[in-house]
């Protein structure tokens, strides 16, 4: 089993809809989480940590389930600077290891 | 700003050169990081330093070197390039364990 895995996609998505992708671990002493977006051909940026209570930011809100051991990231009224690769980052615990998915890639269509 | 920098976009060297790619941070980062990205593989982990003259391996480090004599200054090695290495090479950095990485622009290395 991967340590980090994400469904590849495409999601294609029409402008104002409300997408959700999930990212599952396989580490359950795993402690700290993050969405990186990555446009084509550029670095990963930090989109959001994702923190134990959940966290909203603006029209993206991450949300952890420890029980389950996957993390989610929504994002309502999509717009089509949206259109990315969003990756799942799980820092292996005890470690300064970032563990990356290999990404999930959205695209927004007018 | 946090502030990555590497050193070339774009490189294009022959099979058997020895290759730098150079990296340098302007936050006073303790870790730094190589990584490589590969279509349906995503980002594999080289080598990591979480201190000057620090050096761990990370998952993929044969046929790579590094070097961190300064903390600002992370350098990768390929000690005898080879066309398998032709990829999106990226630096990173971060302040302490747990926290979020800061990404330099990527390095696309060619080998020919």
């Known amino acids: 089993r991967k340590e980090v895995e994400q469904d590849p996609g495409p999601f294609n998505v029409p402008e104002g809809a409300t997408v959700a992708f999930n990212c599952t671990y396989s580490n359950s002493a795993s402690q700290s989480f993050f969405w990186y977006r990555q446009d084509c051909r550029k670095e990963p940026k930090l989109l959001m940590s994702?923190?134990?209570s959940g966290n909203e930011d603006g029209r993206f809100t991450a949300q952890l389930n420890r029980a389950s051991q996957y993390i989610s990231l929504l994002i309502r009224d999509s717009k089509l600077s949206d259109s990315a690769t969003y990756l799942c980052v799980v820092i292996a615990p005890g470690t300064y290891k970032y563990i990356f998915g290999t990404g999930t890639r959205l695209k927004v269509l007018a | 700003d946090v502030k990555v920098t590497q050193s070339s976009r774009y490189l294009v060297k022959r099979t058997g050169e020895k290759v730098f790619l150079e990296c340098v941070q302007d936050m006073d980062h303790e870790n730094m990081f190589w990584y490589r990205q590969d279509p349906g593989l995503g980002l594999r982990l080289i080598y990591f330093?979480?201190?000057?003259?620090?050096?761990e391996k990370g998952d993929i480090p044969e046929g790579y070197s590094v070097s961190r004599e300064k903390k600002e200054r992370f350098s990768l090695i390929l000690e005898s390039a080879s066309t398998n290495q032709t990829s999106m090479y990226l630096c990173a950095s971060s302040k302490i364990m747990n926290t979020e990485a800061f990404f330099g622009q990527g390095t696309r290395l060619t080998v020919v």
């Open positions: 330093s979480y201190d000057v003259k620090m050096k």
């Open positions: 994702v923190y134990s």
